[in-house]
Structure formats: C-alpha cells, structure tokens
C-alpha cells in the first residue's frame, strides 16, 4: 500500500500520470473518492502516462469511454450512473476487463461482485483543513 499527499490538481494529475507509465496490459484500477476529489484530474494524468493526447473526461453517461491510440488500450469507466449489474454485461465489461488494455473504473464499489480480483485500488480523499487542492491518495 502506498499513501501519497497531492497539494494541488497538478500533482494529483502528475501521480495519476506515473502510474499510467507503469501501467501493463490487463491491470485494472478501482478509482474511488467522493464528487469533486480529483479523481477525472487524476485519470487525465493516467491517460497522458499510456501516451493519450486526446482529452479525457468522466464517461457519466456512456459508462465507458475506449482510448485506443496509447501504448495501450485505455478503458475509462464511470459507473455512477448504472442502474442494475446487467448494464454491465450488456457493454461487454469483460472484454475490457479482461483484455490487452489497462482498466480504471470511478465508483466500482457499485459494481464489486464483478471486479477481478487482481484490480488495484486507488481511493483518492479531500481534508479540508490541510487545504482546498490537499488530496490524500492510497493506493493498493
């Protein structure tokens, strides 16, 4: 586990960015924080360390949202917004899931009974008393 302090939107986008240079085929994160504690910020930076140019945004509506010209398949979920589990296999989660790219799914814990058990955690936390942009980042 590791525990790292973002004290503004570019650091918590740069930490995002390192670990999508580390990044291998078939690893998949677990994003989760409340609304407004960075985690779009920090899934741009994911994006930028596989190489993506094109802008990035949370997927609220369409569930997922495929990047394909990094070095590798980028697969960006946000299942807020999903009604029953059966969403899911109606996309074909598991082509993603289990494919040659690199998931990161917002607010899996919706959907826990069909995260693979391999998928990092990455759980990103607001303190306001240590200042507006302090992000506390664990990552498992």
């Excluded at 994911?46 to 990094?70: D, H, M, R």
């Excluded at 899996?108 to 303190?127: C, M, Q, V």
Aim: charged residues 30%.
């Amino acid at each position: 586990m590791l525990v790292k302090e973002t004290f503004s939107a570019k650091e918590t986008f740069e930490l995002g960015k390192l670990l999508g240079e580390q990044a291998k085929a078939g690893m998949g994160y677990c994003l989760n924080g409340d609304l407004g504690t960075g985690k779009t910020v920090f899934t741009q930076g994911f994006a930028k360390g596989l190489g993506i140019e094109e802008p990035v945004n949370s997927p609220t509506f369409t569930i997922v949202q495929v990047y394909e010209e990094g070095r590798l398949p980028f697969y960006h979920f946000d299942v807020y917004r999903i009604g029953d589990i059966e969403e899911m296999d109606e996309i074909g989660y598991e082509d993603y899931f289990y494919g040659d790219g690199v998931s990161l799914v917002e607010w899996a814990s919706l959907i826990e009974e069909i995260i693979p058990k391999n998928f990092g955690k990455i759980t990103i936390e607001k303190d306001l008393e240590k200042g507006f942009d302090y992000r506390r980042i664990t990552i498992e």
